[in-house]
T-cell receptor, first 112, second 114 residues
């Protein structure tokens, strides 16, 4: 069964902390992995990763993919209260037609 | 224009009603998507349109009927829904080849079926 698992399910940190969110997957014919941030409404796109070992970076956020061990991490440094959200990982996979499944998400709460 | 818009924001309908959800983008994106999201769950992909043709239908019941009249518009026609269909319905678009899943989401339509 194809699946995407995120850990931890939830996390509470203080402003200034660094956090690492994990996403592991088991799918057939992996194509890409995506990270989204979802606050109260719709998810917002963060990163798309297709190659192992190449770090993607945007400000205080960075992500890397390990296609051998089948996981990705999302790092957030110097966290701020505005980083509080659900972070979703999604995997695109499949043969003739792409499929996409989301992980259950990690709920991050950053306290002042 | 760098956003995806969805109307209505909220919809309450009975099980015998027929209604439609509308999604629009003017970013020149060539792929559009419908997702269903229940509370505290991740989005579930329902349909994908690529270049205005339905490319993925994730075994969604026929009471949900998508339509893509042109490259900027995506509709979801609803008929004879069940209370368990109550959810947030998200539309997304993406640039197209090689960036299929770099998706930009609309704010969603909160649907309640009574």
């Amino acid at each position: 069964e194809d699946k995407v698992v995120q850990s931890p399910l939830s996390l509470v940190v203080h402003e200034g902390d660094t956090v690492t969110l994990n996403c592991s997957y088991e799918v057939t014919n992996f194509r890409s992995l995506l990270w989204y941030k979802q606050e109260k409404k719709a998810p917002t796109f963060l990163f798309m990763l297709t190659s192992s070992g190449i770090e993607k970076k945007s400000g205080r956020l960075s992500s890397i993919l390990d296609k051998k061990e089948l996981f990705s991490i999302l790092n957030i440094t110097a966290t701020q209260t505005g980083d509080s959200a659900v972070y979703l990982c999604a995997v695109v996979y499949g043969g003739a037609t792409n499929k996409l499944i989301f992980g259950t998400g990690t709920l991050l709460a950053v306290q002042p | 224009d760098t956003e995806v818009t969805q109307t209505p924001k909220h919809l309450v309908m009975g099980m015998t009603n027929k209604k439609s959800l509308k999604c629009e983008q003017h970013m020149g994106h060539r792929a559009m998507y419908w997702y269903k999201q229940k509370a505290k769950k991740p989005p579930e992909l329902m349909f994908v349109y690529s270049y205005e043709k339905l490319s993925i239908n994730e075994s969604v019941p026929s009471r949900f009927s998508p339509e893509c009249p042109n490259s900027s518009l995506l509709n979801l026609h609803l008929h004879a829904l069940q209370p368990e269909d109550s959810a947030l319905y998200l539309c997304a678009s993406s640039p197209g080849p090689f960036r299929e899943y770099e998706q930009y989401f609309g704010p969603g339509t909160r649907l309640t079926v009574t």
